[in-house]
């Protein structure tokens, strides 16, 4: 359980990228026409800029352990993250707070964790913000190769800055989403491989988001996620990213 617990710190929501880009590695012209078709995919610069927060709530299905429940989510720049997920059996709560990560079960308070457990959630962050990360300039983008896949031709992209594990994405080369991304953790002294597939794409105040993010580790999955509703630029308030707080969709700043 502790292993399964680990790896749900690893589930992620996605939110896509943006236009920066610098290591070429690969077919440089190919990415340098490449990255811009994603960014107007998800609504360009303008769209991006202006949402600074987001929340989401759906449900969620542990297939790793059998279980079930209720899944929301609270992004908020900058660093800023919390996820609740509510099972049938037990409870989860990881929080990013600019450089602290906390993690809890059940009615327990989350506790600070460091090392792999908190670039875990730091990696969740910066999966829903790559867009305006690479908008920013913040991450070095290498064009690795193609694959395939349900049929679908994607790129694959590497993405890396100097804070937690490269980042890879896949964009499929028709419809210019990005279908899976996957990173690269040690635990227990093994190395993990944690991805996750989005599809079901809607698009909200001009960018797009998965309403289905089915996750996996070492190939084999976990879980997938469900998303009713997106809101975009709630109120948040700065507590609910602190230990001991609940967290109140519609708080006042």
Same mark, same amino acid.
Request: hydrophobic residues 35%.
């Given at each position: 359980?502790?292993?399964?617990?680990?790896?749900?710190?690893?589930?992620?929501?996605?939110?896509?990228?943006?236009?920066?880009?610098?290591?070429?590695?690969?077919?440089?012209?190919?990415?340098?026409?490449?990255?811009?078709?994603?960014?107007?995919?998800?609504?360009?610069?303008?769209?991006?800029?202006?949402?600074?927060?987001?929340?989401?709530?759906?449900?969620?299905?542990?297939?790793?352990?059998? @279980?079930?429940?209720?899944?929301?989510?609270?992004?908020?720049?900058?660093?800023?993250?919390?996820?609740?997920?509510?099972?049938?059996?037990?409870?989860?709560?990881?929080?990013?707070?600019?450089?602290?990560?906390?993690?809890?079960?059940?009615?327990?308070?989350? !506790?600070?964790?460091?090392?792999?457990?908190?670039?875990?959630?730091?990696?969740?962050?910066?999966?829903?913000?790559?867009?305006?990360?690479?908008?920013?300039?913040?991450?070095?983008?290498?064009?690795?190769?193609?694959?395939?896949?349900?049929? !679908?031709?994607?790129?694959?992209?590497?993405?890396?800055?100097?804070?937690?594990?490269?980042?890879?994405?896949?964009?499929?080369?028709?419809?210019?989403?990005?279908?899976?991304?996957?990173?690269?953790?040690?635990?227990?002294?093994?190395?993990?491989?944690?991805?996750?597939?989005?599809? @079901?794409?809607?698009?909200?105040?001009?960018?797009?988001?998965?309403?289905?993010?089915?996750?996996?580790?070492?190939?084999?999955?976990? !879980?997938?996620?469900?998303?009713?509703?997106?809101?975009?630029?709630?109120?948040?308030? @700065?507590?609910?990213?602190?230990?001991?707080?609940? !967290?109140?969709?519609?708080?006042?700043?």
């Amino acid at each position: 359980m502790k292993y399964l617990s680990f790896l749900f710190l690893c589930l992620i929501i996605f939110t896509p990228p943006g236009h920066a880009y610098a290591e070429t590695n690969g077919d440089a012209k190919e990415l340098a026409g490449l990255v811009p078709k994603i960014i107007m995919t998800y609504g360009g610069e303008r769209s991006l800029e202006k949402i600074g927060s987001f929340s989401a709530e759906g449900r969620i299905d542990a297939v790793a352990f059998g @279980d079930q429940g209720e899944y929301s989510l609270h992004f908020k720049r900058e660093k800023k993250l919390r996820v609740d997920i509510k099972y049938r059996k037990s409870s989860e709560h990881r929080i990013l707070d600019g450089d602290k990560g906390y993690y809890g079960t059940d009615n327990k308070t989350p !506790a600070r964790v460091e090392g792999s457990q908190y670039l875990a959630i730091l990696y969740q962050y910066k999966s829903m913000d790559i867009p305006y990360s690479l908008l920013k300039g913040r991450y070095k983008v290498s064009l690795i190769g193609k694959t395939k896949i349900d049929g !679908a031709e994607t790129a694959v992209l590497m993405l890396r800055d100097e804070e937690g594990p490269p980042i890879k994405i896949y964009v499929d080369l028709k419809s210019f989403h990005i279908v899976r991304t996957s990173g690269f953790f040690a635990v227990d002294d093994a190395m993990t491989a944690l991805s996750s597939e989005f599809s @079901d794409f809607i698009n909200r105040d001009g960018t797009v988001f998965p309403r289905t993010i089915t996750n996996y580790a070492n190939g084999q999955k976990i !879980a997938v996620t469900r998303i009713r509703t997106y809101k975009i630029n709630p109120a948040i308030n @700065d507590s609910i990213f602190r230990p001991g707080r609940t !967290a109140k969709p519609g708080a006042k700043r």
